[in-house]
């Protein structure tokens, strides 16, 4: 019989040491509500929590771990370089060779930082474009989540939708005053915008395809649109690729939608599970970074050896393997799969689904923005989730957040997923 109990306890006794129990808020559970579920381990597809339950994972740790959990490559990796200690704040090879893969599957990456988050590597990105062009304020579209600068912390999605947060307070108006927004898809409110800024803003940062409000796709020539903005502009197109980075192709979003940007964040897959980002672009703009500009961004444990060799090993593996189409195959198998549910049972739902991630809506109208992501019935979802997981279904504890898919999934966890979401679906109608 599924049960939480030492999850339970281990969340009465996490709230004592730790703020809400957590160290990053959505994994609390706060809007699906109940304790969150407390993990041992993980093996490939599966996670398995403190109580012996066994969970087929839809989350690959928000992104990173697409080919599975513990691959078997990853873990040898790590325990080599672990004998050779774990830092030593000093360059290595590793990090040229990781430099130099990385640039061989994106076409447009000439120099690239490597951070220690995702967060970091958007603020360095901002930071950069707003010293490469001289000019303070920059665009971010409502619902896009580009980590937790304070700069960001407005309109954002991810956990701030989550727990609905409008503003956060420690972040000063003075600086969201930079921060300019408006609704993703909405190119007359961008062009607008950059109108009544004109020769202010420095950049566009936007998630070619967003994963903080649900997994929202980009209208067709919205993407197109901004690039061209950005050239007559003379502002610096940023795609944060932090979760469709090395996931949805082997060049990102960039190269399945044939877009460049000017500069490109990363994180997740980057890092093989341990905490990597990155950010790059055009020698002409990366070369203001120090010690070669006087943009200053700096880490101690920037191109950590450990983090290095994991990150190494899972892009080398994307880069030799056939990944991409198998993963995609399978999510479409997913979406139909559920679909054909949905259907069945007459509920009011949208499956959006780009390469290996996916979402789901319960609504009646198309999700293509935060609007409409906030106006699906995710109360219901909230519901859907915890049937879910009874079922030893582990969903994102959130509508605002995208499903990941990892290739160590099989057909049979496919089918059991399916299966289980028409048991869900129908025990709440
Ligand atoms: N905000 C992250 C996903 N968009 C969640 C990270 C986590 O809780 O690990």
């Known amino acids: 019989m599924f049960q939480l109990t030492k999850s339970k306890?281990?969340?009465?006794?996490?709230?004592?040491?730790?703020?809400?129990?957590?160290?990053?808020?959505?994994?609390?559970?706060?809007?699906?509500?109940?304790?969150?579920?407390?993990?041992?381990?993980?093996?490939?597809?599966?996670?398995?929590d403190v109580d012996g339950n066994k969970y087929i994972d839809y989350i690959a740790s928000w992104g990173p771990m697409i080919l599975g959990h513990a691959h078997p490559e990853?873990?040898?990796?790590?325990?080599?370089?672990?004998?050779?200690?774990?830092?030593?704040g000093a360059p290595t090879l590793l990090e040229i060779e990781m430099a130099e893969l990385i640039k061989s599957m994106t076409s447009n990456v000439d120099l690239i930082r490597m951070v220690s988050s995702g967060t970091e590597a958007c603020m360095s990105a901002i930071r950069l474009a707003r010293g490469f062009t001289g000019k303070n304020k920059f665009i971010k579209f409502e619902g896009c989540y580009?980590?937790?600068?304070?700069?960001?912390?407005?309109?954002?999605?991810?956990?701030?939708?989550?727990?609905?947060?409008?503003?956060?307070?420690?972040?000063?108006?003075?600086?969201?005053?930079?921060?300019?927004?408006?609704?993703?898809?909405?190119?007359?409110?961008?062009?607008?915008?950059?109108?009544?800024?004109?020769?202010?803003?420095?950049?566009?940062?936007?998630?070619?395809?967003?994963?903080?409000?649900?997994?929202?796709?980009?209208?067709?020539?919205?993407?197109?649109?901004?690039?061209?903005?950005?050239?007559?502009?003379?502002?610096?197109?940023?795609?944060?690729?932090?979760?469709?980075?090395?996931?949805?192709?082997?060049?990102?979003?960039?190269?399945?939608?044939?877009?460049k940007a000017d500069l490109v964040t990363y994180g997740k897959v980057i890092g093989g599970g341990m905490p990597v980002g990155a950010f790059g672009g055009r020698l002409e703009i990366m070369s203001h970074i120090a010690p070669l500009g006087n943009v200053y961004q700096a880490g101690t444990l920037s191109g950590n050896p450990i983090a290095m060799r994991a990150g190494y090993t899972l892009l080398s593996l994307l880069k030799n393997g056939?990944?991409?189409?198998?993963?995609?195959?399978?999510?479409?198998?997913?979406?139909?799969?559920l679909s054909k549910v949905f259907t069945k049972v007459g509920v009011?739902?949208?499956?959006?689904?780009?390469?290996?991630?996916?979402?789901?809506?319960?609504?009646?109208?198309?999700?293509?923005?935060?609007?409409t992501a906030a106006a699906a019935n995710n109360n219901l979802f909230n519901q859907f989730f915890h049937k879910m997981l009874e079922r030893g279904?582990?969903?994102?504890?959130?509508?605002?957040?995208?499903?990941?898919?990892?290739?160590?999934?099989?057909?049979?966890d496919l089918d059991a997923t399916i299966e289980a979401a028409e048991e869900s679906i129908q025990s709440l109608l």
């Open 393 to 412: 279904i582990y969903l994102p504890p959130s509508a605002f957040e995208s499903w990941f898919l990892n290739d160590a999934l099989t057909y049979a």
């Open 322 to 337: 056939d990944h991409y189409n198998s993963l995609e195959k399978k999510t479409i198998y997913l979406k139909e799969g």
């Open 146 to 259: 580009h980590g937790h600068a304070d700069c960001f912390l407005v309109k954002a999605g991810s956990g701030l939708a989550t727990l609905n947060i409008q503003t956060v307070p420690g972040v000063t108006a003075g600086v969201s005053m930079d921060t300019l927004t408006c609704a993703f898809n909405d190119l007359d409110a961008v062009k607008k915008l950059v109108a009544d800024n004109k020769d202010q803003i420095a950049a566009i940062i936007v998630e070619p395809v967003v994963g903080n409000m649900g997994c929202i796709l980009p209208n067709e020539g919205f993407l197109e649109a901004l690039r061209i903005i950005c050239d007559e502009e003379e502002m610096l197109l940023i795609f944060d690729e932090v979760m469709t980075g090395f996931r949805l192709a082997k060049g990102g979003a960039q190269e399945l939608l044939n877009i």
């Open 348 to 371: 009011p739902f949208v499956i959006n689904q780009m390469g290996s991630m996916i979402s789901l809506h319960f609504s009646a109208v198309p999700v293509t923005n935060f609007e």
């Open 74 to 88: 990853i873990v040898a990796a790590i325990q080599k370089q672990v004998e050779y200690s774990t830092s030593y």
């Open 9 to 48: 306890h281990l969340f009465e006794q996490a709230q004592k040491g730790i703020p809400g129990g957590v160290n990053s808020p959505v994994r609390a559970f706060k809007s699906v509500g109940g304790a969150p579920v407390f993990i041992h381990s993980a093996k490939g597809a599966y996670l398995f």
